[in-house]
């Protein structure tokens, strides 16, 4: 089993940034496709962004491309999601998932399979 844990979320003002953390116990990261998906008050989980295992190549939605940034660093055995530029429609809960690696570029549309708890993205004036 994977178990991941997301850390990094908090409150900013429009324009802010934060960098946003997934983390595993006893797995290595490296071994998985992770991707980033979030959710907000009455919407729909979206995907946002995910990072290919291996090659780790990456893919963004169209809403965040430009502004987020998906990083892997093994040494950490850590996935990153640096979030720019801010906006209020950025709020959310921000979660991590991971599937085995599929020797492919990742897809947001891909089904992952471990998830963790997420954290909350809040960007509000």
């Known amino acids: 089993q994977v178990q991941l844990v997301e850390s990094g979320g908090g409150l900013v003002q429009p324009g802010g940034s934060l960098r946003l953390s997934c983390a595993a116990s006893?797995?290595?990261?490296?071994?998985?496709?992770i991707a980033w998906f979030r959710q907000a008050p009455g919407k729909e989980r979206e995907g946002v962004s995910c990072?290919?295992?291996?090659?780790?190549?990456?893919q963004y939605a169209d809403s965040v491309k430009g502004r987020f940034i998906i990083s892997r660093d093994s040494a950490k055995n850590t996935v990153y999601l640096q979030v720019n530029s801010l906006e209020p429609e950025d709020t959310a809960v921000y979660y991590c998932?991971?599937?085995?690696?599929?020797?492919?570029?990742?897809?947001?549309?891909?089904?992952?399979?471990?998830w963790g708890q997420g954290t909350q993205v809040t960007v509000s004036s």
């Open positions: 006893r797995s290595n990261l490296d071994y998985y496709a």
């Open positions: 990072i290919s295992s291996p090659g780790d190549g990456t």
């Open positions: 998932a991971a599937r085995y690696r599929t020797f492919s570029l990742c897809r947001l549309g891909d089904r992952y399979e471990y």
